[in-house]
């Protein structure tokens, strides 16, 4: 992961959820496609907003999305 400690589950989520596809999940996080590969792959760490947008998406919270790893 480049440059932030956060990490996240949503890839593994998606796929818990009968295969989400990326642009499912922007369409119900009002985002782009582009934003949801971006996270994935650790370049962007989200709003706090947007944070809470996906782990609704998937039903959970957002810890169980998100985990911040100390060095």
Do not use: K
């Not at 480049?2 to 499912?24: A, K, V």
């Not at 009002?30 to 994935?40: G, H, M, P, S, W």
């Amino acid at each position: 992961m480049t440059g932030t400690p956060l990490s996240n589950d949503i890839r593994r989520l998606r796929f818990e959820r009968g295969e989400m596809t990326q642009q499912q999940l922007a369409d119900a996080c009002q985002v782009t496609r582009q934003t949801i590969i971006a996270l994935e792959a650790g370049r962007y760490a989200p709003s706090l907003e947007l944070a809470f947008r996906i782990a609704r998406a998937f039903g959970v919270g957002v810890e169980e999305v998100f985990r911040w790893e100390d060095a």
